[in-house]
């Protein structure tokens, strides 16, 4: 038995509407609204063949992550794009840099990647291999 990819991750954010606003305009992704169980609205965040899940703090979808809170997450995302360009998007959009772009390893070997944080703090990596 293995995994052989993955599906979806969730984020807990303090505000879904500022989350969606973020990750649409800043990093392209495309919002999806389908019902839950319970008869509320998921939001979902999709890009390539995955998707990010926003679950609002204190009134997260069950089940959950034993401890759910805004700004927890750490999450690698990989892009085509140079990321020269994507350092000049970022400052275009008001988006701190963290640290970047630096080389680092990811799944598939070496890789270079650019750090900054989504409106909840939650650190974000964009990387791309074959840069550098």
């Known amino acids: 038995m293995r995994i052989s990819s993955l599906d979806h ?14 990750y649409t305009s800043v990093l392209g992704m495309n919002v999806r609204s ?14 390539g063949s995955q998707m990010i899940n926003l679950h609002p703090a204190g009134a997260e979808f069950e089940p959950k992550a034993r ?4 700004g927890g997450g750490d999450v690698c995302l990989l892009t085509d ?4 360009d ?34 909840d703090g939650n ?3 964009v990387s791309r291999y074959g840069e550098g």
């Open 9 to 22: 991750l969730v984020l807990t954010v303090r505000s879904v509407e500022a989350a969606v606003d973020f």
């Open 34 to 47: 389908s019902p839950a169980p319970d008869g509320r609205s998921r939001m979902a965040l999709r890009f």
């Open 67 to 70: 401890r759910p809170t805004p």
């Open 81 to 84: 794009d140079p990321l020269d």
């Open 86 to 119: 994507w350092l000049q998007h970022l400052e275009e959009a008001g988006v701190p840099i963290i640290e970047g772009p630096v080389p680092r390893r990811g799944a598939l070997g070496p890789m270079m990647s650019l750090y900054f944080r989504d409106p």
């Open 123 to 125: 650190l974000l990596e």
